[in-house]
């Protein structure tokens, strides 16, 4: 009989193969992690003059049935949800249990949130990638160890206790799409409202919006290169998109822009 592995080889054997480039087990046979259970909440029926009632909660009712009712709109339940939040610890709570978005399903941990959320600047980035996906953080890989260095450049740090120097770090989508796409228009649609509640109960001074995708999210508009660099407003909050991390490790030169975008930033903070 082989001897049994101690948590910490089996632990080492883990952070190896991930090193290696592991970043999923496969099975002896294959897992469709997208496909609906029968018993999913996102279907509901409605049954008229009684209010909305979950399937198969009733005698007659099929989870088969042709006719079995409407799709819920999970961006009209998100809102729902989210307007009755008090808190960013039942936030998170509830984000990680929202479950309407099938991103949810492929991913290994729920990335809500990292940094000191009384800071005075809210850091809004896109989607987690596979090394967020591993440690359950945003803005952790490569594009993160860079985002770091660049405010600290100017003083600040996601570590920071003092609110004037710290950051509050997060993201447009809490869970990794496959192979790092972008996050779809639906996606993005259905947890839109968790990320409003989430500014709203934050209550930074100054959102940073961290690529094409968080202002697509946030403004309803694409085109990085021309909307970095200028202040712009979000829900009441000055907001100043900036390039991805990820676009200046691909493209160096862009790091000039970036850093004129720091001084901006450190500019209106000493300002206000």
């Not at 294959?30 to 409605?46: G, H, K, M």
Request: hydrophobic share 40%; aromatic share 6%.
């Amino acid at each position: 009989m082989e001897p049994e592995l101690t948590y910490h080889q089996a632990m080492n054997l883990l952070e190896w193969q991930f090193e290696l480039g592991v970043d999923e087990v496969i099975g002896e046979a294959p897992v469709n992690r997208y496909d609906l259970p029968a018993t999913s909440p996102a279907f509901r029926e409605i049954s008229p003059g009684s209010g909305n009632t979950s399937r198969g909660a009733g005698p007659g009712t099929s989870d088969t049935a042709p006719n079995a009712g409407p799709k819920v709109d999970p961006a009209r339940e998100a809102h729902g949800i989210a307007a009755e939040i008090d808190s960013l610890d039942s936030l998170r709570e509830a984000v990680a249990a929202f479950p309407y978005c099938e991103l949810r399903r492929g991913a290994r941990k729920t990335v809500f949130a990292d940094g000191n959320p009384e800071a005075r600047v809210m850091v809004i980035g896109e989607a987690p990638g596979r090394d967020e996906d591993f440690h359950g953080k945003p803005f952790v890989g490569r594009a993160g160890q860079l985002l770091d260095l660049m405010f600290e450049a100017i003083g600040m740090h996601r570590e920071e206790t003092d609110r004037d120097r710290a950051l509050y770090i997060t993201n447009i989508l809490p869970w990794r799409p496959p192979r790092n796409r972008d996050p779809k228009p639906e996606e993005m649609g259905m947890m839109l409202p968790f990320v409003h509640r989430h500014i709203e109960l934050a209550e930074p001074e100054i959102l940073i919006l961290m690529g094409n995708i968080s202002c697509q999210a946030l403004l309803g508009r694409r085109g990085i290169t021309r909307l970095r660099g200028n202040w712009t407003d979000v829900l009441g909050h000055p907001a100043l998109p900036m390039f991805h991390p990820a676009y200046l490790l691909r493209n160096p030169r862009a790091k000039r822009e970036a850093w004129a975008d720091l001084l901006t930033l450190r500019s209106r903070l000493e300002a206000s």
